[in-house]
């Protein structure tokens, strides 16, 4: 009976996903050609796996499609994107691990499985099953990001990524284990490790480098503060790694003492897609191992290059326990057009822009609340902190920002100029109430939760 690192097979791993320069010199500059060839082999692999399932099975045959329709990545138009809505009614149906999965989980005759869930920001936190080679790959692809924005085998990495049920912890400290010679320090959220026992650990061991959501990474620099620790001085971060989407890079960046910070973004089902290189230049997309689609939120179908829509995810190398085929994420991003400044012929992403099932419509507005950090940053009063309460006033939604400022909570001008300043950048008119800081921290639950909560939808309470 095999085991675990028998399953792994990470020799082979190194040389169909590399990393580091081998990396940087192969696939990163492979022709488009090449690429595409590359990707579609893979793809014909994952399509014939996902034949063996029953949720991809039933859902492609209800459509009409035949094993032999799809014959290249070209016909993957044909496929039905699926989301997570779509997993969890499988969870209802066939309960308690759905049937996106491929083996039988009730018998030892079986590959090794990992089995996670996501976080339920979005809702009932969803079953997410790897395979071996699936969750190595995986770990391989995000230590990629990290090597190629400069993690350094002297590095001490402060993980502030959940543990419990969630993937999040255990998948960074897995990649930077496996997969690199840095040292982690494994605090998790401040649920798991008090915040201010946090900022004394990295101080103690010297942290360096921090991964994260970036929410929580600029907590921890005022909670340093508080303490009378000096981010930059008491503790010398260089590098921050995390989540930034439309976060204010400069305002992360003063408070940990001029740290460079780097973005990446990926999901519980995929892991890592994309990630930030030195240069700045958006985010190059892992081809090799996803093939990713920017789609329409309502129809589905392709949006132009450099046109906003939801990311679609099929993952090439998940031949195993759980295959991704069209898997419609719900957040928003678009292809950059033009070439990558650093000669690398991967494209590129924008980067997370918001959640199109979290977006609230304002008479004609598309508006997403998580983005909204971004524009209250430009402002000096607010502390960055915030939450979204939405409702509905007779025949219209309206939203209320509830923002943290540092001081005169009371200052009627105050508050008409914040809402003048999301006037002017959203295009539509909003609430803003002040408050003071720390009083969003119970509804955002930024203590205990990887990603914070930025809306309260009570429009059908």
């Known amino acids: ?184 320090l494994p605090a998790g959220t401040g649920i798991e490790t008090r915040s201010e026992q946090q900022v004394e650990l990295m101080r103690t061991f010297g942290a360096t480098v921090i991964v994260g959501f970036v929410d929580y990474v600029k907590r921890l620099a005022q909670v340093a503060r508080d303490k009378g620790i000096v981010p930059g001085r008491d503790i010398k971060i260089r590098m921050i790694s995390g989540h930034v989407g439309q976060e204010d890079r400069n305002s992360i960046r003063a408070a940990w003492g001029g740290a460079e910070i780097y973005d990446w973004y990926g999901v519980a089902d995929t892991g890592i897609i994309a990630a930030e290189g030195p240069e700045h230049d958006g985010l190059y997309v892992w081809e090799d191992a996803h093939f990713v689609e920017v789609i329409d939120p309502d129809t589905r179908a392709p949006r132009p290059d450099g046109e906003a829509g939801n990311l679609c995810v099929t993952s090439l190398f998940k031949e195993g326990v759980y295959p991704i085929i069209r898997f419609d994420t719900n957040d928003v991003s678009s292809f950059l057009t033009g070439a990558s400044s650093a000669g690398l012929t991967l494209r590129r992403i924008s980067g997370w822009e918001g959640r199109s099932d979290q977006m609230i419509k304002l008479r004609g507005i598309n508006v997403y609340p998580s983005a909204i950090g971004i524009h209250l940053a430009e402002h000096p009063a607010p502390t960055g902190e915030f939450v979204c309460r939405a409702e509905r006033r007779g025949t219209r939604d309206e939203l209320t920002v509830v923002v943290e400022v540092r001081t005169g909570t009371e200052r009627r001008e105050l508050g008409e100029e914040l809402k003048a300043l999301l006037r002017q950048k959203l295009g539509v008119d909003v609430g803003v109430e002040l408050v003071a800081p720390g009083a969003t921290a119970a509804l955002t639950e930024i203590d205990a939760r990887q990603k914070p909560i930025r809306l309260i939808d009570r429009r059908w309470t």
């Open 1 to 184: 009976m095999s085991g675990y690192f028998d399953e792994a097979r990470h020799r082979q791993m190194l040389v169909d996903y590399p990393l580091g320069a081998t990396f940087l010199d192969g696939v990163a500059r492979l022709s488009r050609d090449e690429l595409r060839s590359l990707q579609d082999r893979r793809f014909r692999a994952v399509v014939r796996r996902a034949w063996e399932v029953a949720f991809y099975r039933r859902r492609w045959s209800e459509r009409g499609i035949e094993p032999g329709d799809i014959r290249s990545l070209g016909d993957i138009e044909k496929l039905p994107p699926f989301s997570k809505t779509d997993l969890m009614r499988s969870v209802a149906d066939h309960p308690p691990f759905g049937d996106y999965h491929g083996v039988d989980l009730t018998t030892g005759e079986r590959p090794s499985v990992v089995l996670h869930t996501t976080s339920g920001t979005t809702g009932t936190p969803q079953p997410v099953f790897f395979g071996v080679w699936d969750r190595e790959v995986q770990n391989l692809l995000l230590a990629r990001a990290y090597l190629l924005q400069g993690l350094r085998p002297d590095d001490v990495v402060h993980s502030v990524y959940g543990f419990g049920m969630v993937n999040g912890g255990h998948y960074i400290r897995e990649a930077l284990v496996h997969f690199t010679k840095a040292i982690v």
